[in-house]
């Protein structure tokens, strides 16, 4: 199976103070948690104070193995739509004092949605997230 989507992330950072360093672990297209159609990482980056940065991140799977799963696709009960999760966790650390004081934070983030052969957009809500 061949995928190519792509993902766009807007982090905001409220602090009057701090800058934050942002990172990610890798971001995962995952179809009935057994199979990774697609990966990507998104790229570090410094965000600087009271700001928003959109990031765009390309997912990319190519000839992924199935391994007997193509049915199940095929058959999919969803009125022809293909249940997929989009998983990664966004990392942020900020210097508080040099480099004496660290502040991290980490969230874990899964989003459920159904996958059609015309889907061109999809739009996540904190509904469709956790």
């Avoid at 297209?29 to 790229?43: K, P």
């Avoid at 190519?62 to 391994?67: A, N």
């Amino acid at each position: 199976m061949n995928i190519k989507c792509s993902v766009q992330i807007t982090t905001h950072n409220p602090s009057t103070f701090l800058g934050i360093h942002v990172s990610s672990s890798p971001i995962k297209l995952i179809y009935s948690r057994r199979f990774t159609f697609a990966t990507a990482q998104l790229n570090s980056y410094y965000q600087p104070k009271q700001s928003n940065h959109t990031s765009r991140i390309d997912l990319v799977g190519s000839m992924v193995p199935l391994y007997g799963a193509g049915a199940d696709i095929a058959a999919s009960g969803n009125n022809g739509g293909v249940p997929v999760k989009l998983e990664f966790e966004i990392r942020s650390r900020a210097n508080i004092v040099g480099s004496l004081v660290k502040s991290r934070h980490r969230k874990h983030l899964s989003c459920f949605f159904l996958i059609y052969s015309n889907t061109k957009f999809v739009k996540f809500t904190h509904k469709t997230c956790s």
